[in-house]
C-alpha cells in the first residue's frame, strides 16, 4: 500500500507570496492532520480534517487555511508568506479522527520563504 | 493542556549499548501516547503506540516502551543500538479521543551511535 505522498517536495517563494500544499492520505483514510516542524518551535499541529470538515485548528493565523475533498486528498494554503514561514510542511493521514490507529506522515514539503 | 517533555536533547550510545530515551507527560485524561522517528530529509515514522491495555508496548526495529502512570512517563528502550538507529526521535500526546490527528510532540532527542 502506498504511503502519503506530498508535493511538491521542495518550494523557494518570496515574501508576500502565497502557497498551496498538497497532501495524497493512504488509501481508505480518511482523516488527515497537517504539522509544521522548525528547528526553534518543534513539531505544532496546524488543522485536522475528516470527511471534508476541519474538526481541529492549531493557534496559527488566518493566513493559514485548508480544505480537504471528498476523496480525502488535502490541501494547505499559506497566503502572504512571512520568512518565518520557512519550515517544513508535514501530513499525516489516519483511518479515523481517534487517536488509536496512530498518524502516518508524509515525507514534507519543505518550504524556503526568501 | 496537555506537555510533553524529553529529558535530553542529545543522546549518544556506543554500537551494542542500551538505548534510553525518556519522556514525560502531563494530562489530566488517560493518555494516548507515541514515539515517532525521523530520519534526515523524511517524515516521520511511527515506532510504537499506547492506547490501552498492556503497559509494556512493543514496536518496530526492536524498541518497547512502558507506560507508567504513577511516574506519568514513556520511555523508550532497545537492548542494543544499531548504527542504523541514529535518529531523532519524538514522544506525543493525543489531546483525547476525538482528537486523534492533533498530537502534542515533546521537543525531540537526537540520537547518535558510535561505532
Known amino acids: 500500500k502506498a504511503g502519503v505522498t506530498q508535493t511538491p517536495r521542495y518550494l523557494i517563494k518570496t515574501r508576500g507570496q502565497q502557497v498551496t500544499l498538497s497532501c495524497s492520505p493512504i488509501?481508505?483514510?480518511?482523516?488527515v492532520s497537517w504539522y509544521q516542524q522548525t528547528p526553534g518551535q518543534g513539531l505544532q499541529f496546524l488543522f485536522e480534517?475528516?470527511?471534508?470538515?476541519?474538526?481541529n485548528k492549531g493557534n496559527f493565523p488566518g493566513r493559514f487555511s485548508g480544505r480537504q475533498f471528498s476523496n480525502s486528498r488535502s490541501e494547505m494554503n499559506v497566503s502572504t508568506l512571512e520568512l518565518g514561514d520557512s519550515a517544513l510542511y508535514l501530513c499525516?493521514?489516519?483511518?479515523?479522527?481517534?487517536?488509536?490507529?496512530?498518524?502516518?506522515f508524509g515525507p514534507g514539503t519543505r518550504l524556503t520563504v526568501l | 493542556a496537555q506537555s510533553v517533555t524529553q529529558l535530553g536533547s542529545h543522546v549518544s550510545v556506543s554500537e551494542g549499548a542500551l538505548v534510553l530515551l525518556r519522556c514525560n507527560y502531563s494530562?489530566?485524561?488517560?493518555?494516548?501516547l507515541f514515539w515517532y522517528v525521523q530520519y534526515p530529509n523524511q517524515g516521520l515514522q511511527l515506532l510504537l503506540k499506547?492506547?490501552?491495555?498492556?503497559?509494556l508496548v512493543k514496536g518496530i526495529n526492536g524498541f518497547e516502551a512502558e507506560f507508567k502512570k504513577s511516574e506519568t512517563s514513556f520511555h523508550l528502550t532497545k537492548p542494543s543500538a544499531h548504527m542504523s538507529d541514529a535518529a531523532e526521535y519524538f514522544c506525543?500526546?493525543?489531546?483525547?479521543?476525538?482528537?486523534?490527528?492533533?498530537?502534542?510532540f515533546g521537543q525531540g532527542t537526537e540520537l547518535s551511535v558510535k561505532p
Open positions: 488509501s481508505g483514510h480518511r482523516s
Open positions: 499525516a493521514s489516519s483511518l479515523s479522527p481517534e487517536p488509536s490507529p496512530g498518524l502516518f
Open positions: 494530562s489530566s485524561v488517560p493518555p494516548y
Open positions: 499506547y492506547t490501552t491495555g498492556a503497559t
Open positions: 506525543a500526546v493525543s489531546e483525547g479521543y476525538n482528537q486523534g490527528g492533533k498530537l502534542i
Open positions: 480534517y475528516f470527511s471534508e470538515t476541519q474538526r
